[in-house]
């Protein structure tokens, strides 16, 4: 069990209807030792992939989004949601169904901030249906900017979201990936994720040290 | 001339209405230099000062927020805002007018995340009218905390908020304080502020050590 799977277990709240609530420590308030491990988790998940800038969107992305820009050292762009849709003209605007509040809403992104030269890791706190993620892909694509990978902390593995990202190809890494949780017992099962070993070569050719 | 009121002079964009657009590096798109910068610059305004949580509201805030979470090693709260007032039992709730969306917007946190043993440092991108910073202090009032300062990016020095938290007895400290701003010339003028020279005792009673 890694690090957030145990403080999901601890600190989480399974409701009624398939909701995990986990306000204590991610999305109202931030546990900074929890939000930095995954900052050095998503790094380490992400080893050799090139990534010039950091995409989420509001709000409960930002600060995952931020700690991780702090260790690449990178500039971080978060996606506004509106329901409205102002004027189109220096905006990527995209849509994405939001189920927490049942609307549809336009996400965008003021265009001097993505651009062809981007290698864009997308970040956020949850993936079920994957439609914030879809709508951020969206935007990096009509900038002509290239998706890095994406890292989730929290993904509902029964939702459509993980299966269809990683079956158009995404490298989608996320720290949890709940497969089944039960309100009556209030019990969660993650999916077990395969280590991944950093052989020494790798280690070798990524640093340019001899071991 | 400090780092900010630099970035503002070289990045920042004056609209009409006394309107100035930052997004470039603040709210929108983040310069992570600079907001670690603003980071350790809240952290010397502040020191000597007893802080065990960062308090912000979303969505712009949540960054700084999170790398003076990082910085101070304390867990960060976002208020949240929303148009309706869902059940109060749960929650703390104030209330605050947008100028930015021209509405009244509920502002809450869970009451779990905010107690009488907090001594809170309130950060914020911008201090205008200081109406969230009002409703961040009235949360946590209602809670029995306690408030150890707000730091701000950017006041807006010819609206009220500034001199009303200082005359209410906050300790404000605004890294850029604009006096003036004319759209047609394009030009501001920043408030000039004491240095505030850290003496060799203050050093010494601070750290323990022999300079």
Redesign the interface.
């Known amino acids: 069990m890694n690090f957030l799977e145990e403080k999901i277990l601890t600190d989480g709240v399974i409701k009624e209807g398939n909701i995990l609530k986990v ?2 420590f991610l999305n ?6 929890i ?2 491990q995954m900052a050095y988790e998503f790094k380490r998940r992400f080893r050799g992939v090139e990534v010039n800038k950091i995409l989420t969107i ?2 409960s992305g ?2 995952i ?3 991780l ?2 260790l690449y ?6 996606a ?1 949601k509106s329901e409205t849709a102002n004027s189109t003209d220096d905006k990527y605007i995209s849509k994405a169904y939001s189920f927490t509040h049942k609307k549809m809403n336009n996400v965008f ?2 265009k ?2 993505l651009n062809a030269e981007d290698k864009v890791l997308i970040v956020d706190d949850f993936l079920a249906d994957g439609e914030a993620a879809h709508s951020l892909i969206d935007l990096v694509k009509q900038a002509g900017g290239r998706i890095a990978g994406i890292g989730i902390a929290i993904e509902k593995g029964q939702q459509k979201g993980g299966a269809t990202l990683r079956s158009e190809g995404y490298q989608v890494e996320s720290i949890a990936i709940i497969d089944s949780m039960d309100w009556e017992t209030q019990t969660i099962s993650f999916r077990p994720q395969a280590q991944k070993e950093i052989s020494k070569t790798n280690l070798k050719s990524t640093h340019g040290i001899n071991l």
Chains 1, 2 share one sequence.
């Open positions: 306000d204590s109202h308030q931030i546990d900074i030792d939000m930095r509001e709000a930002i600060a989004a931020t700690l820009g702090d050292d990178v500039p971080v762009v978060f506004k992104i003021s001097p901030y």
